[in-house]
């Protein structure tokens, strides 16, 4: 399993970026897709997740309404499409993906959950 993380890049305060996890090795269906983010001096934070299986998706409520995530199935692909940005959104952003134990469908937002990480894009708001 690879997961290939990438779309980072700097924006100023207010601007959108688009980031895409590109899977191999596993098939959307079976798998539960977070995305992560982890600033200097800060613990891992679940941002989104995906299961395409359950039509499912849930985000924290510091991105609700600004970040969504989507999946390209034909492409094996997931996006998180971030507008608003905002400085606190500065992190390195992971995205993961893990089998849908029971754990991870009642807390998607765990990091614990998941098997399979990629190796991560930076992203930085200006203000």
């Known amino acids: 399993v690879q997961l290939q993380a990438s779309g980072g890049g700097l924006v100023q305060l207010g601007g959108s970026l688009r980031l895409s996890c590109a899977a191999s090795?596993?098939?959307?269906?079976?798998?539960?897709i977070g995305w992560f983010r982890r600033a200097p001096g800060n613990e891992r934070e679940g941002v989104a997740y995906i299961s395409v299986r359950h039509g499912r998706t849930k985000y924290a409520n510091s991105v609700k309404d600004r970040f969504t995530i989507s999946k390209d199935n034909a492409a094996n692909t997931i996006y998180l499409q971030m507008n608003s940005l905002k400085p606190w959104d500065t992190a390195v952003y992971y995205c993961a993906a893990g089998l849908i134990t029971a754990d991870v469908f009642r807390n998607p937002l765990d990091p614990k959950g998941y098997d399979y990480w990629g190796q991560g894009t930076q992203v930085t708001v200006s203000s």
């Open positions: 090795g596993l098939q959307l269906y079976d798998y539960a």
